[in-house]
T-cell receptor, first 118, second 114 residues
Framework: KAGVTQTPRYLIKTRGQQVTLSCSPI?????VSWYQQTPGQGLQFLFE???????NKGNFPGRFSGRQFSNSRSEMNVSTLELGDSALYLC?????????????????FGQGTRLTVV | QKEVEQNSGPLSVPEGAIASLNCTYS??????FFWYRQYSGKSPELIMS????GDKEDGRFTAQLNKASQYVSLLIRDSQPSDSATYLC??????????????FGKGTKLSVIP
């Protein structure tokens, strides 16, 4: 069974540009959540999508946005990049229906996209 | 502010010893608890989940949960150099489906000395 796939793995962007990151969840998983990881702040929740709807959003500015498609694939977009946006962006998939019904909802992470803003 | 606290370490243990990693959380609504292992430059890998008070064992790993004390721990028996990594504690409000959001501690760096 394929894991969570994130593309691209590495990105270098210039301040002011925008970037789109992609995430394909594990087959059968309908929830996709995004996290930003930095050395200083650790892992911080960005937002979560389920059945194409954003269910929850973390404390990030509006420059960070996302969406989910009908096949559960998700994208996140960061506009007007700042130096502080340099981070590892992680996508996690979870909630296969059978396990969620039994209260078992583990999240599995992709390999991440390393974004460097220069 | 819902918080998850971990000792940042580094925690150094000799090979073959038991490594004990601890985590406390502030949100009493937390119902699901996870331990992730993250090697340097890699993404977090789920190693344990626990939902009920008590112990849960999986191979060399044992997770312990005490909701009354808002405390969760991970024991690694017969520690190996390959266990050297950062261990992240994560908690989720609620059990089952519903909005999925994990709150992470900043991790404990474990070093197993051969």
């Amino acid at each position: 069974k394929a894991g969570v796939t994130q593309t691209p793995r590495y990105l270098i962007k210039t301040r002011g540009q925008q970037v789109t990151l992609s995430c394909s969840p594990i087959s059968g998983h309908r929830s996709v959540s995004w996290y930003q990881q930095t050395p200083g702040q650790g892992l911080q929740f960005l937002f979560e999508y389920f059945s194409e709807t954003q269910r929850n959003k973390g404390n990030f500015p509006g420059r960070f946005s996302g969406r989910q498609f009908s096949n559960s694939r998700s994208e996140m977009n960061v506009s007007t990049l700042e130096l502080g946006d340099s981070a590892l962006y992680l996508c996690a998939s979870s909630a296969p229906t059978d396990r969620a019904a039994r209260g078992l909802t583990e999240a599995f992470f992709g390999q991440g996209t390393r974004l460097t803003v220069v | 502010q819902k918080e998850v606290e971990q000792n940042s370490g580094p925690l150094s243990v000799p090979e073959g010893a038991i490594a004990s990693l601890n985590c406390t959380y502030s949100d009493r609504g937390s119902q699901s608890f996870f331990w992730y292992r993250q090697y340097s430059g890699k993404s977090p890998e789920l190693i344990m989940s626990i939902y009920s008070n008590g112990d849960k064992e999986d191979g060399r790993f044992t997770a312990q949960l005490n909701k009354a004390s808002q405390y969760v721990s991970l024991l690694i028996r017969d520690s190996q150099p390959s266990d050297s990594a950062t261990y992240l504690c994560a908690v989720k409000r609620g059990v089952g489906a519903g909005s999925y959001q994990l709150t992470f501690g900043k991790g404990t760096k474990l070093s197993v000395i051969p």
